[in-house]
């Protein structure tokens, strides 16, 4: 059962996310490189079951041909995963950021090619590394393979982990961290297969049962990781569970303006239960609530003391945050300050914050880092201290 899992458990899995995204976007791909990264997967993944392995040797006359479409597709898919993310992080210029990555793996595609072509391994074998590890060509055909494919593997790793810490949408967020794990499964397989290419070559034995449960776990776990991570994002919460959350993540915060400063509101606070069990209108509800916030933000403008987001600013990145949620623990510590400057009728600073408040550039955006700021409203702090 274990084997079979493993030669066939990879590919059924990569065509079900092909299959279940083609479902979901049928007018075509928001993102073209996700759709080449997965589809590339696919083809390596189903290339490696062992009756598409054989049938393709059967197809072309070469023996084990299926080996040089499964590292062509993997070359492909890290091409097309460096692209995708290059396009999230650097959208201006992410093509002349791509193009180098290309041609480096174009060229080592070429010299995969012609080691292939002069490796002498006649019988196809699906157990390939177990029958040819010895022989000439093959070490040297493995280390141009990884030399092509760990530029963009190692950068695309770095950039899913840099951009998993700076999106809000924790769907996408967490699919990041998963195709940058199942990245560096990948490389951490590729770096076995080379040592184990490298001994066999010379004669000295490689721990076998290390062989075994590497070559056994590693590829599946890198293939279901970055498969799920890359399929991740088209499972969200749906639109009304959605904004029905976000809708009461965002009550503390805005209850607390509006204690201070009740005209925001166009509608008085209903009572907890009764707020909760309200699911109408979520959408205009919700949005109305966000102004209302933003309103609530504006009337304390007076009361927004410099030196309370200054000092929350330090706290905040002494405790490890970064990006937007470092700007909400800011916002949170600054708004906390205000409401108690107003509520306890203290005199405004001297000199108050600029007017300009942080935020999204669009209302979506906009309500997710109100919902950010509304978190650390309620969570104790340093920064509230």
Not at 28 to 57: D, E, F, Q
Not at 130 to 148: D, N
Not at 319 to 328: E, F, I, N, R, V
Request: glycine share 6%; charged share 20%.
């Amino acid at each position: 059962m274990g084997e079979l899992i493993r030669h066939y458990g990879p590919a059924l899995l990569a065509c079900a996310v092909v299959v279940v995204r083609l479902a979901l976007h049928p007018r075509g791909p928001t993102n073209a490189m996700s759709w080449v990264v997965m589809l590339s997967i696919a083809v390596t993944l189903t290339a490696k079951a062992p009756p598409v392995y054989h049938g393709l040797s059967v197809l072309t006359g070469i023996p084990n041909v299926a080996r040089l479409v499964d590292h062509g597709g993997f070359l492909v898919a890290g091409w097309g995963g460096l692209t995708m993310l290059l396009q999230i992080n650097h959208p201006e210029d992410a093509r002349r950021r791509a193009v180098p990555h290309a041609i480096w793996i174009a060229a080592a595609f070429v010299g995969m090619c012609v080691l292939f072509a002069l490796t002498k391994a006649p019988v196809d074998n699906v157990r390939f590394a177990g029958r040819y590890g010895a022989t000439p060509g093959v070490l040297e055909y493995w280390l141009v393979y990884m030399a092509g494919l760990l530029p963009a593997f190692l950068t695309a790793a770095v950039l899913s982990v840099r951009y998993a810490s700076m999106t809000t949408d924790p769907a996408v967020r967490l699919g990041l961290r998963l195709i940058a794990t199942g990245v560096l499964c990948s490389v951490t397989y590729h770096f076995h297969k080379a040592a184990y290419f490298a001994a066999r070559r010379i004669g000295l034995d490689y721990p076998r049962a290390l062989n075994i449960l590497l070559d056994r776990y590693l590829t599946l776990a890198a293939a279901v990781l970055v498969l799920a991570g890359l399929a991740l994002p088209n499972w969200r919460t749906p639109p009304p569970i959605s904004n029905y959350r976000k809708y009461q993540k965002l009550r503390p915060l805005w209850l607390a303006l509006y204690r201070v400063t009740p005209s925001i509101a166009l509608v008085p606070p209903k009572h907890r239960l009764s707020e909760l069990l309200d699911v109408r209108d979520l959408d205009l509800r919700l949005y109305r609530r966000a102004v209302e916030i933003r309103d609530g933000r504006l009337a304390l403008r007076e009361h927004i003391d410099p030196r309370v987001a200054a000092d929350a600013r330090r706290s905040a990145a002494r405790s490890g945050l970064t990006g937007q949620k470092l700007d909400a623990a800011v916002e949170a510590a600054a708004l906390a300050a205000a409401i108690r400057s107003v509520a306890t009728g203290a005199a405004p600073p001297d000199d108050p914050a600029p007017g300009i408040a942080p935020g999204g550039p669009d209302l979506d955006s906009d309500i997710a880092f109100l919902c950010d700021v509304a978190t650390a409203f309620r969570a104790p702090s340093e920064s509230r201290a």
